[in-house]
């Protein structure tokens, strides 16, 4: 695969876009044409893209592009992306610890990229809490309320230009700190604690810290992609997955992300390469979703391993279930279309031949009527997408044209039947997480 | 999507960057980042002042560009160091040199545009040049934000030979480029945490900075626009004689110490060349060649300053005057 490619997850996330970026990193540099950089489009640190170190210890890139382990592979995170300036450094931390060196000095962040503090993710969690039961399966991590700052303050959001403007820096962190952590009503403060007043460090604090950071990064202008883009190949490595995007997801169970292709296909642009990118699309061959919301083909019988998806105390449980065709459809055509798709865990589809299904309809409440097919609404539409929403969490899968039980391809046959409902080729094949369990010919995949 | 597996406290990630894991070390990733003593942001004043030790204490800073091909520079002070010391005090230059140690790099790309380190009576300076960081990269524009320095030195500084005695301090900048027109306030703002109402034009930075630091530039032949007529030409034009082309490097401490000794009309080149030749110095030619063009008696400050500067505490109050009056700068 030559040239820039963009990397969207065709599901709820999960799919193992960071093992698919990590193998075209590594393809790329076998052969001569090394990636230039990972750049990051959507999303913050609540990405998890698990990679292995070449110790074969697991690392999950949460900001760092998941490129990193090949030497030489810089991260370049966009105006797109929401940056955690503390994770970041516990994540440097750790890639030093598997062996990479000056992990910081591989990073450029672009100034205009908002920045996510303590106070955002305080405020992140209090409102979690105050949902109870009726949660949205949030990270925790306050990027929704990192976006939703911006919207109401854009003046005041804290930007990593700011990293090396102090004085400005810490004027916005005591801003936010006092709008979005404020007394409590009734003397309860966000999280729960007792007590009111503003929450968190100080933001002198937060300030030196991030300032510190700051030191350590590279922050770049307008046009530093464009050198990117023009210098070597370029892969865009999206975070979460097209079925939680913001406006295409089901509302309210979504992300404050685009996750779709969109951001980055703007940013190619802006980088004088429009429409120069491959568009692949990940999938498995079966479903997950994090926490809450519409998922018809759940199936909590499914035995799935899953050694890095624990349930997330903010994001709720971890689900498994069948691969819905319907669902991947949808995903593709608000996505804009894709050229090509990563199918990832055939060894999974191979260990439970039989057991796993692809869901090919659905039946909506008591109706016997099988839909199959989502029809995507007018733009930014969130009531149509709400009614989606209502629609899907009423759906009972429909596996086989005569009933409800599974029937799946035989393992060989996985390629093919995704690339059918996809609309496109499946050109990359993983069995494992490893870079050498990918294969680029899907025959190669079927034989072993 | 995960659900945040790095941990994002705030006291913690400060530990991290401190230095605990051997991958944050000052002399490992210390590579890109400022070592904190020598960091000049919200440091107030670098102060050099008098004690029961040193009644007569003499401020002496040498602030050198670490980019590029000057990179040699630090290295080439730190062994001459002690030989600067002693010819400073043995020749009876000076009684008391307190000297400062900084490094100039571009404020427009580089992580450490600026760093300071404390005047010192002894050999302590030297810790602060090792832990100068040598950025290597910068250059290529024939610019550095030696305006940057400047501005630190005019504001950030607070000399007892000047404040006592009215004698200036001596400040060489070491470089081969030239500054950028003027101090930026954003530049200002990031790297030393002052808010200045608009820009500072070099020209007005220099007329107050010469206020406080008689103030000399050492363009080192064989640096990257050693001998480059403009570089030349603009120095000469904000500084006048206090230009010195200097051909060897090694002889940048002696060439340091003369000055400071005519300076102080402690001697005359004759007489500090032949000092030179005491201690063994091979740096003789290289610095008479180089310091051949100074004059004398360029000490007395600007009429009506700083002459009069023992009261009945026999300190002025402070240096206000010499401040930019907030909101007064000059264009």
Redesign the interface.
């Given at each position: 695969m030559n040239g820039h490619v963009i990397v969207v997850d065709l599901g709820y996330?999960?799919a193992g876009k960071g093992s698919i970026v990590d193998w075209l990193c590594a393809a790329a540099s076998r052969a001569g044409q090394p990636v230039r950089a990972v750049a990051r489009f959507n999303?913050g640190?609540?990405?998890?893209h698990h990679v292995l170190a070449p110790s074969g210890r697991p690392h999950?890139f949460?900001q760092f592009g998941s490129g990193t382990f090949t030497p030489g592979t810089p991260t370049f995170l966009s105006r797109f992306m929401l940056v955690?300036?503390?994770?970041?450094?516990?994540?440097a931390?750790?890639l030093?610890?598997l062996g990479v060196g000056?992990?910081?000095?591989l990073v450029t962040v672009d100034r205009g990229a908002l920045l996510t503090t303590?106070y955002h993710?305080a405020a992140n969690r209090a409102r979690e809490e105050a949902r109870g039961a009726a949660r949205h399966g949030s990270?925790?991590?306050g990027i929704g309320e990192t976006a939703s700052y911006a919207l109401a303050y854009p003046a005041d959001a804290p930007r990593a230009g700011d990293l090396?403007?102090?004085?400005?820096l810490l004027r916005k962190l005591a801003l936010l700190r006092d709008r979005l952590t404020p007394d409590p009503p009734g003397g309860r403060g966000p999280g729960g604690a007792p007590g009111g007043g503003a929450q968190g460090?100080p933001p002198e604090?937060?300030a030196?810290?991030f300032?510190?950071?700051g030191?350590?990064v590279t922050l770049a202008g307008d046009g530093h992609l464009a050198g990117l883009l023009r210098q070597g190949p370029v892969v865009f490595e999206g975070?979460?997955?097209v079925l939680?995007d913001e406006w295409r997801g089901f509302h309210p169970y979504t992300?404050w992300s685009t996750t779709t292709f969109e951001n980055a296909e703007t940013l190619l642009a802006e980088g004088g390469a429009a429409g120069g990118a491959t568009r692949l699309g990940v999938t498995r061959t079966y479903q997950t979703r994090?926490g809450p919301g519409p998922f018809p083909t759940e199936d909590p019988t499914l035995p799935v391993a899953e050694p890095?998806?624990?349930d997330?105390?903010?994001?709720g449980p971890f689900r498994a279930g069948h691969l819905d065709a319907v669902a991947l459809r949808y995903a593709v055509r608000v996505a804009g279309g894709v050229d090509a798709v990563a199918l990832t865990h055939l060894d999974t589809a191979r260990q439970f031949a039989g057991r796993l299904g692809i869901c090919r309809g659905y039946r909506i409440g008591a109706g016997t009527e099988v839909v199959t097919a989502i029809e995507p609404g007018p733009e930014r539409d969130l009531g149509y997408q709400e009614s989606l929403t209502a629609r899907l969490l009423a759906a009972r899968p429909v596996y086989g044209p005569d009933g409800d039980l599974p029937a799946g391809p035989d393992g060989g046959d996985w390629p093919d039947a995704v690339a059918e409902i996809a609309g496109a080729p499946v050109t990359v094949c993983s069995v494992g997480p490893a870079a050498g369990d990918k294969t680029t010919d899907p025959a190669g995949a079927r034989s072993r | 999507?995960?659900?945040?597996?790095?941990?994002?406290?705030?006291?913690?990630?400060?530990e991290?960057?401190r230095g605990g894991?051997s991958?944050?070390g000052y002399s490992?990733?210390g590579?890109?980042?400022?070592h904190p003593d020598l960091d000049p942001?919200?440091v107030g004043q670098r102060e050099s002042r008098d004690s029961d030790e040193h009644p007569e204490s003499l401020a002496i800073a040498v602030l050198f560009d670490v980019t590029g091909s000057m990179g040699s520079v630090p290295r080439a002070l730190q062994k001459k160091l002690p030989s600067l010391l002693g010819l400073l005090k043995d020749g009876g230059y000076a009684r008391d040199p307190q000297l400062m140690f900084g490094a100039i790099g571009d404020a427009t790309c580089d992580?450490?545009p600026l760093q300071v380190g404390q005047f010192e009576s002894d050999n302590r300076m030297d810790r602060d040049l090792e832990r100068i960081l040598l950025e290597g990269g910068g250059g290529g524009q024939k610019t550095e934000s030696y305006e940057l320095a400047m501005y630190f030195m005019a504001r950030h500084t607070a000399i007892d030979c000047l404040t006592k005695r009215g004698r200036r301090g001596y400040l060489f900048i070491i470089g081969d480029e030239l500054p950028y027109p003027g101090v930026k306030p954003?530049e200002v703002?990031?790297?030393i945490?002052d808010?200045l109402p608009q820009p500072v034009a070099v020209r007005n930075l220099v007329a107050q900075l010469t206020r406080r630091w008689d103030t000399y530039f050492i363009l080192p032949a064989g640096a990257s626009y050693a001998g480059d007529g403009q570089v030349l030409g603009t120095w000469r034009g904000l500084l006048g004689q206090n230009v010195i082309e200097l051909a060897d490097l090694d002889a940048v401490c002696e060439t340091i110490a003369l000055t400071v000794g005519l300076g102080e009309e402690a001697i005359d080149l004759a007489a500090g060349l032949a000092d030179l030749g005491d201690v063994g110095s091979a740096a003789g030619a290289a610095v008479q060649r180089a310091l051949a063009g100074l004059g004398t008696a360029r000490r007395a400050l600007p009429a009506g300053r700083g002459t009069g500067a023992t009261g009945a505490g026999g300190t002025r109050s402070d240096d206000s005057d010499l401040d930019f009056p907030s909101g007064s700068v000059l264009l």
């Open positions: 996330g999960d999303g640190a609540q990405a998890a999950p949460a955690d300036p503390l994770a970041l450094a516990a994540e931390e750790h030093g610890r000056d992990p910081f000095g303590p993710r990270c925790g991590l090396t403007a102090p004085r400005a460090p604090d937060v030196a810290v300032r510190a950071v030191d350590r975070a979460q997955g939680l992300t994090h890095h998806n624990a997330g105390r903010w994001q | 999507m995960g659900s945040g597996y790095w941990s994002s406290d705030v006291y913690e990630t400060a991290r960057l894991a991958a944050f490992d990733s590579a890109r980042s400022v942001f919200d992580r450490a954003r703002s990031a790297w945490g808010e």
